[in-house]
């Protein structure tokens, strides 16, 4: 994907209209609020196909202060206004994504520093890899990246396996084809959760599970040794203190994803 050309297209009609193309320019991008960066090698290629000089104050995942300056470039009108927004585009969803996934990831580590918070593939297509780096760049990690990198039965798999003989001698199979990955399972209960413990699997992800459920849940894990438990379902800023008190040990959420774009302030001005 161009992200340039996706704004840009053939001409700049306004720069181009008033005549200011070949004045130089000096253009600075900085935070409204404190917010963890994000954005920053998508930035930079933007900056260096139209050839601006450029020096970048901050890296991904930095901590930058309210009106504290992350870039600053020096270049011709034309090439400048070419680079405004969509750098301000990339860096507001980017670190919005970024700073909302580090506030889930502060509360979840001051209750258990040991846990993880990860995010699902309900991305918006075309731009996986941009949010997830911002999900990583804010302290997360990324759950499952697609089909092809991990293993997790959901109910919709087994639709196909209704006969429980035949559920379980597949439940074997996979296990045993794919000896070296752990297999999740999603589960709704406690009895599933159960059942598909005493079958081998590694994970049991339980999904919008009450609190009280999900503490039976975790307890399985003195009786299967060997599971993995997730919490997963509903899982935003304001409620997960209260599965990570539940004693899991990752969070699985999709709400970094909706996370609000940040204001950056972009300045231009004539640099004379």
């Not at 450029?54 to 009106?67: I, M, Q």
């Not at 296990?175 to 599933?192: H, P, Q, T």
């Amino acid at each position: 994907m161009d992200l340039l050309f996706e704004d840009v297209g053939y001409f700049d009609l306004t720069t181009l209209g008033l005549g200011i193309g070949e004045k130089k320019g000096l253009m600075t991008f900085a935070p409204k609020d404190e917010i963890v960066l994000c954005g920053v090698d998508e930035v930079k290629n933007i900056l260096n196909q139209l050839d601006i000089k450029h020096t970048f104050f901050k890296k991904n995942g930095d901590r930058v202060e309210a009106h504290e300056v992350i870039l600053e470039c020096k270049a011709e009108a034309s090439k400048l206004h070419k680079a405004w927004k969509i750098s301000q585009n990339i860096f507001e969803y980017m670190s919005g994504i970024a700073t909302y996934t580090n506030a889930l990831v502060t509360i979840a580590k001051d209750i258990n520093p040991n846990i993880s918070v990860s995010t699902t593939r309900k991305n918006f297509p075309g731009v996986k890899e941009m949010m997830l780096k911002a999900v990583m760049s804010g302290g997360g990690a990324p759950h499952r990246l697609g089909l092809y990198d991990s293993i997790l039965v959901f109910d919709q798999h087994l639709a196909f396996l209704s006969d429980k003989a035949e559920l379980e001698s597949s439940f074997k199979k996979l296990k045993s084809e794919f000896i070296e990955r752990k297999v999740a399972v999603e589960v709704d209960s406690l009895v599933n959760a159960r059942y598909f413990a005493s079958l081998g699997a590694d994970i049991l992800q339980c999904e919008k599970m009450d609190y009280e459920t999900l503490k039976e849940c975790v307890l399985l894990k003195k009786e299967f040794t060997h599971i993995l438990v997730s919490a997963t379902g509903g899982i935003h800023k304001d409620n997960i203190a209260e599965f990570v008190k539940c004693g899991v040990d990752f969070i699985v959420t999709s709400s970094p994803y909706h996370a609000k774009p940040l204001d950056i302030k972009v300045k231009i001005k004539e640099d004379k």
